[in-house]
Nanobody, 118 residues
Framework: QVQLVESGGGLVQAGGSLRLSCAAS????????MGWFRQAPGKERQLVAT????????FYDDSVKGRFTISRDYAKYTVYLQMNNLKPEDTAVYYC???????????WGQGTQVTVSS
């Protein structure tokens, strides 16, 4: 079983930047995918970005394209989300997930709060 721990959230002003990290432990994996999701109060969970573990192929939701970058450190089993030019609408709890592919996730982190003030 894979355990995931996110870090790096916080409070930032609009236009600022944050870098989220998600460290995986437990069962090792050499394939599959990892992703970042977010959930704002009163809203459904939203896919933000995904990365395939082997190839590093990435996908972004249109709302974050050009501002967010997902990356991974293969050796450290860690995935990152660099968030630039943050907007108040980016405020949410951000979760990382790991699974067999970009559409199927079965391990989730506990979430980290990101708050962007205007």
């Amino acid at each position: 079983q894979v355990q995931l721990v996110e870090s790096g959230g916080g409070l930032v002003q609009a236009g600022g930047s944050l870098r989220l990290s998600c460290a995986a432990s437990g069962r090792t994996f050499s394939s599959g995918a990892m992703g970042w999701f977010r959930q704002a109060p009163g809203k459904e969970r939203q896919l933000v970005a995904t990365i395939t573990w082997n190839s590093g192929r990435t996908f972004y939701d249109d709302s974050v394209k050009g501002r967010f970058t997902i990356s991974r450190d293969y050796a450290k089993y860690t995935v990152y989300l660099q968030m630039n030019n943050l907007k108040p609408e980016d405020t949410a709890v951000y979760y990382c997930a790991q699974g067999a592919n970009v559409r199927q996730y079965d391990a989730w982190g506990q979430g980290t709060q990101v708050t962007v003030s205007s």
